[in-house]
Structure formats: C-alpha cells, structure tokens
C-alpha cells in the first residue's frame, strides 16, 4: 500500500478540486427531470466542466488500453438497478427513476470526485427509502473519520446501517485514496472485508473518498457487454452516494461539499 500524505500545498489544489466537483453537481441538478436524456446531461456538464471550471472531466476516455476502449463519456449516469459507471445515452428519464450522476473532475492536476441521487418525479417508497439510507451510511461513515480512527471502521458502520435496514453492501467496487490519481491507495471497503493487511490507520493529510453501493436486493453486481455498466445481478435498485474527504488534525473535511449540505 502507498499512501500519500498531501502537503498543504496539495490540500489547496484538492480544496479546489472538490469544489467545483461539487459545483457541477449543484449546476445539473435543476436538469434532471424526466424528458431530458443522459447524453443532455452529460453534454451540459462537459461543457460546464471545459468551458467555465477550464478543468477535466476525469472519466472521458478513462481506462483506456490496448484492446479496451475508455470511457465514452464525460459523467457516469446509473439509473435504478445500474449499480456504477453507466454510460450516458438517449435514453429518456421517467418519473419513478432514481439515478446517480458521478462527477470527477481534474484542476491543476488534483482530482475531485463526488456523487449524488436523483429521484425523478416521486418513486416506490422503497426506492426512496433506499436513496435515504444509502446516504445515511455515507453520513455515518464521514461522521467517524479522523486521526487515528481505521480505515475498517467504515465498512463496518456502513454494512451495519445498510443490513439493519434489510439492504446489502455492494464488495465488486470501493471507494479510494485520490489526489494526482483519480484511483489511488488505500482501498476505502464499504463492507466489513478488512484484514491486518488491507486494514490502515487513518492520519492527517490523507485525501479519500468514500462511495457506498447499497442494493434493495443480493449485493452481487454484473458487468454488462460494453464493459463499463455494472448492474445488480438481480435487477433490483442500486443507489450511492461519494464524498471526497480530507483527514484533518482533529477530524474530517468535506472537500466536494454542496451547498444543501451542512457538516
Ligand atoms: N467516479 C468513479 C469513482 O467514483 C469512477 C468512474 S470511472 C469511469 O471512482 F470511467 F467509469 F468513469
Ligand atoms: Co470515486
Ligand atoms: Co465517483
């Protein structure tokens, strides 16, 4: 494991970063309504990203390698039993959707990357009931970090909340050490899968995200043909919620915090 310890002058560029993350986030909502297309939406927040923020959206192109194509898009647009990283396209949204839009963002070099649910038009009370929860236990976990505190103390309070409401936690993906990489060290499990080597204390300039996945069904996901689309094997609905967060001297900074949010 190689995590890095950001130097305040890393801290700045990550402020920044998760800034206008958050930003994007606070623009495209007043979009997502039902009518409007995932590419619409995708389109607004490239050029949002390119044009105003004069960043990156870190996803374009993402992954690319020999006999694999990146990431087609801009954002990632999940839309009820998608669990992660789908594909914007024309499809329509309609009401009783819920759809995660994710946004990362590169400024100056330092990523920001953030997450949040949308509900179109009123849904099921248990779609809504699982967007509620799936943010509480993203909540639950900010809520305990700080020096000292362990890296597995977070999957813990997050499967605990998530099976006391009678939800899974998704293992496939995790959340991530970021900074000049958009993925680095340590792994951030939303699950209780720690061990003495994957397990780490947490300390002051560490920079990660946390991004839980919690399914209304089996937590077991499958990647769909096109590579990128990861869905619940079972169909039913998936939702996530990602902060980018900074381990301060005695607690926790929210660095892609919106506006409606108050920690
Ligand atoms: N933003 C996602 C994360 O939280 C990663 C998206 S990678 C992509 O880590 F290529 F699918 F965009
Ligand atoms: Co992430
Ligand atoms: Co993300």
């Given at each position: 494991?190689n995590?890095i310890?950001k130097?305040?002058?890393?801290?700045?560029g990550?402020?920044?970063?998760?800034?206008?993350?958050?930003e994007?986030?606070?623009?495209?909502?007043?979009h997502?309504?039902?009518?409007?297309?995932t590419?619409?939406?995708?389109?607004?927040?490239?050029?949002?990203i390119?044009?105003e923020?004069k960043a990156?959206?870190?996803?374009?192109?993402?992954?690319?390698?020999?006999?694999?194509q990146g990431?087609?898009?801009?954002?990632?647009?999940?839309?009820?039993?998608?669990?992660c990283?789908?594909i914007?396209?024309e499809?329509?949204?309609?009401?009783?959707?819920?759809m995660?839009?994710?946004?990362?963002?590169i400024?100056?070099?330092?990523?920001?990357d953030?997450?949040?649910?949308?509900?179109i038009?009123?849904?099921q009370?248990?779609?809504?009931?699982?967007?509620?929860?799936?943010?509480?236990?993203?909540?639950?976990?900010?809520?305990?970090?700080?020096?000292?505190?362990r890296?597995?103390?977070?999957?813990?309070?997050?499967?605990?909340?998530a099976h006391?409401n009678h939800?899974?936690?998704?293992?496939?993906?995790?959340?991530h050490?970021?900074g000049?990489?958009?993925?680095?060290?340590?792994q951030?499990?939303?699950?209780?899968?720690?061990n003495?080597?994957?397990?780490?204390?947490?300390?002051?300039g560490?920079?990660?995200?946390?991004?839980?996945?919690?399914?209304?069904?089996?937590?077991?996901?499958?990647?769909?043909?096109?590579?990128?689309?990861?869905?619940?094997?079972?169909?039913r609905?998936?939702?996530?919620?990602?902060h980018?967060l900074?381990?301060?001297?005695?607690?926790?900074?929210?660095?892609t915090?919106?506006?409606?949010?108050?920690?």
């Open positions: 494991m995590v310890i130097t305040p002058e890393d801290i700045e990550m402020r920044v970063a998760g800034r206008l993350a958050a994007v986030l606070e623009m495209i909502t007043p997502v309504k039902a009518g409007v297309t590419d619409e939406l995708d389109r607004l927040c490239h050029d949002y390119v044009n923020q990156i959206p870190a996803p374009l192109n993402y992954g690319a390698a020999p006999g694999r990431f087609p898009k801009s954002i990632c647009t999940s839309i009820n039993h998608v669990v990283h789908g914007p396209g499809k329509k949204l309609k009401k009783g959707d819920v995660n839009i994710d946004v990362t963002i400024k100056d070099g330092y990523h920001g953030t997450s949040k649910m949308f509900i038009g009123d849904t009370p248990f779609n809504e009931r699982l967007v509620q929860v799936t943010q509480e236990c993203l909540y639950k976990a900010i809520d305990l970090v700080r020096p000292g505190a890296l597995s103390d977070i999957g813990r309070v997050i499967q605990a909340h006391a939800f899974t936690v998704v293992e496939e993906y995790c959340g050490g970021i000049k990489g958009f993925h680095e060290d340590p951030v499990l939303h699950y209780n899968g720690y003495e080597n994957n397990d780490c204390i947490l300390q002051e560490m920079t990660f995200t946390i991004e839980p996945m919690i399914n209304a069904g089996k937590k077991n996901t499958k990647l769909l043909g096109d590579g990128w689309t990861a869905v619940t094997k079972d169909r609905s998936s939702a996530q919620w990602e980018t900074l381990v301060t001297a005695d607690g926790v900074e929210v660095l915090r919106r506006s409606e949010e108050n920690f």
